[in-house]
Each structure stands twice: as C-alpha cells, then as structure tokens.
C-alpha cells in the first residue's frame, strides 16, 4: 500500500502549492496506474490505459472495491497507428489531462511482442513524464484483459504485481534493463511473463489475480518463445539475480525416495570463456547455499554420509535444472539471454571484434556450454530426522 498512500499524499497535497511549476491543478490530471499494449485490428496498436479514480482510493476493501461499490480505477483503450496517436485520442475522451509520472508497470501482449517492440518503447523511453524504471511485462493472450482483473489485496493491480517483484515471484525487469540488452551485441532481452490465475481451486472469475510465472525471451526486439517459472528460475541463477525461493529435490528410489526440500539462501554463478580464433566455449561455475525445511526421505541428516549424498544430489538436480535452461535458450530459441557473447568481448575483446561479433548469432547454439555446481547446506531446520522414520 506504500504506493498508494503516496498516490493519496500527493493528491492532497499538491493543491497546497504554488502555481509556480505549473497552471495543471491536481484535479484535472487523469493519473495513469498501469499500461496495456496489444495488437489490434488491420495492423493497428491497441492502447490501454488503467486510470486511477482518486475518490474511490482511499476506501478501498479487500476485493478491490471501495466502500461503495466503485471501483479504484478505470480502463480506456484506443485503437491506431502509433502511441502517440494513440495517447491523444484517449486524451480527447477524458475531461482531465492524462498523467504518466506513475506508471507502475508496462504489459505487452504475445502477437504485438512478436512482431516487435521497439517502436513501443521508442515513445515510453522518450517522452518526458514515463520513467525508464517502469517494470515490463509480456501477456501469452491480449495484455488488456489483466488490467482488467479487480484487484484482492491491494488498491491496483500494478501494486499486486510491484510487490509479487520484490518478493520474487518473477523477473524484475525495467524497462531501461530491457532497451539495454536489445540494443547490446552478445546480449538478448527477457522479461516477466504475467498471466490471470484463480485464488480457488474450481476458478471463480471474481478471485482472479495477475501472476508472475516466467519468462519472454526476445532475439532483437522480437519475442521469440517463452520458458516456464523452473527454467526462468535457472536464468536467474546463470544471472546472479535470484532473488528467493525454494528448491525441492526427488531422491530417487534406489536411495529410499522421498522428497527434501530447502530454501535457497546464496546464489551465485560465474562465466568463465575460451575462445579461441577456432571455438568457443562457455564454463559456468555456480554456487548455492540452502538450508533444508522438509525432508520425507529415508536420510538421517545427523549423519555426515547422508549429508554428503543429499548435497550431491542437490548439486547433479542443480546441474540438471540449469542444462534445461540453457538448452531451451540455446537450441530452441537461439537467444543468448544469459550475455554470453557480453563475457566473450569482455575477456576477449580483439578475437570478438575480429571473428564473432559480426556472427554471433551463427556461433551461439553450438558454443560447447559446461556447468558445474557446489551446493553448501547450511543447516537442516529443528529436526535432522524424517517424522516419516517413526511410522
């Protein structure tokens, strides 16, 4: 809510100053929370903007309602060429002057993603009220339909989905992070993928909630597939950007089976490049530390050899878990999200200017990637014995 009492502080407060920066009254502004870019018909741009009612905010329930029924925010959406266009046409529907400066997040939907964005972000990025640390999003469906979801917990949706970022839940990605990596040699963008999911299991409509459950991986600034919330864990753990979470391990039959599982506490991973006139290869050294909170299998972990096996089995899943996601990105979707070719030309800067950078797209899904893993557990919560021994 530390948003939207800002939202609500501002709103009171700027009456209370001079006119001096400015003849816009503060209740002629139409703040923008979040925005919706999807493709529309006949090669149009649909834009969709989720503006915030100021009446409604400050009594704002647990359903995404205020008191009185009204919701916190409204949705109008235009249909055109470009986003400027765009932004003038759903200016001429509103009797206030629409205000970017709060943007709490940018959702791009699948098809306009795969033809391209950099037209989009061209606006975003260049306009004076939008920030560059705006998070971006990618919707598999149309990116409209999840500023639509009346929001549980919080006032705004953009708020639902600021918090799941802090804690997490997906990839953080601003968009200065993305135009950075779309316009680098060696390197490819990603972001968050954000799609509505039920709070209940038989999927009432009415408790829908954004989610953050992967990634879109672009070549250039095109959209090129998308890899699921384990292989998207795995690119921020190549990437040293794992924020938090858990890992859980199937021990196999021939060891008792059972599941262990152990929150991650310390990650990190180091690339390591040989290049030569000839080849290239990739090592990957990583890193973790982890501290076990279940543990249905056969091993008592008072026992240093059960210990040691429990950590080489973390480390082979590690491993495993990591080899998905290289291969999803490297043979499946030839983008090197991971800046790959970024350490060649940092270790290597002559050989990459001279021989790989002009191919690198060519070279990169038959580059020879080796990856290693070391796990630490640094402890095993009150109890190092299964409960499931005693039965």
């Known amino acids: 809510m530390k948003s939207v009492r800002m939202l609500i502080l501002i709103i009171v407060m700027l009456p209370l100053l001079t006119s001096c920066w400015g003849r816009t009254e503060v209740s002629d502004i139409a703040i923008v929370t979040a925005i919706a870019v999807d493709k529309g018909e006949n090669e149009n741009i649909l834009l969709s903007l989720q503006i915030a009612v100021p009446k409604n905010l400050g009594s704002q329930g647990s359903s995404g309602l205020s008191s009185g029924g009204s919701e916190a925010t409204i949705v109008v959406s235009e249909e055109g060429r470009d986003i400027m266009q765009l932004y003038r046409q759903i200016q001429m529907k509103l009797s206030r002057e629409i205000f970017f400066a709060h943007i709490g997040v940018i959702i791009v939907g699948e098809e306009l993603a795969m033809e391209g964005v950099s037209s989009i972000f061209d606006f975003f990025s260049r306009y004076r009220e939008p920030q560059l640390n705006i998070p971006i999003l990618f919707a598999k469906g149309k990116a409209s339909e999840i500023l639509n979801i009346t929001p549980q917990l919080e006032t705004l949706t953009s708020e639902e989905v600021r918090k799941q970022e802090r804690r997490g839940a997906g990839l953080e990605v601003k968009l200065r992070d993305f135009l950075t990596r ?69 021990v196999p039959d021939d060891e008792g089976g059972g599941n262990i599982g152990a929150e991650i506490r310390e990650i990190t991973s180091k690339i390591k490049p040989t290049v030569s006139k000839e080849r290239v290869k990739i090592k990957v050294d990583t ?105």
């Open 287 to 391: 890193y973790g530390e982890i501290e076990i909170f279940d543990n249905s299998s056969a091993f008592n972990l008072n026992d240093p050899k059960a210990i040691e096996k429990v950590k080489k089995l973390f480390e082979d899943d590690v491993k495993e878990r990591l080899k998905l996601t290289v291969n999803k990105a490297q043979k499946e979707l030839n983008s090197d999200v991971f800046g790959f070719g970024q350490a060649v030309y940092r270790t290597h800067p002559k050989l990459w200017n001279e021989i790989y950078k002009s191919k690198w797209a060519e070279v990169y899904p038959d580059i020879e990637i080796e990856i290693n893993a070391e796990i630490k557990i640094s402890g095993s919560g009150f109890s190092n014995q299964s409960i499931t021994l005693f039965n």
């Open 182 to 250: 779309m316009l680098a040699v060696g390197e490819e963008p990603f972001a968050s993928h954000i799609s509505s999911e039920t709070l209940e299991k038989e999927g009432d409509a009415s408790k829908m909630v954004p989610s953050l459950n992967g990634a879109a991986i672009f070549r250039g600034d095109k959209l090129v597939g998308w890899m699921d919330a384990k292989e998207s864990r795995g690119l921020l753990w190549m990437r040293n950007e794992f924020i938090a979470g858990v890992i859980s391990l199937k």
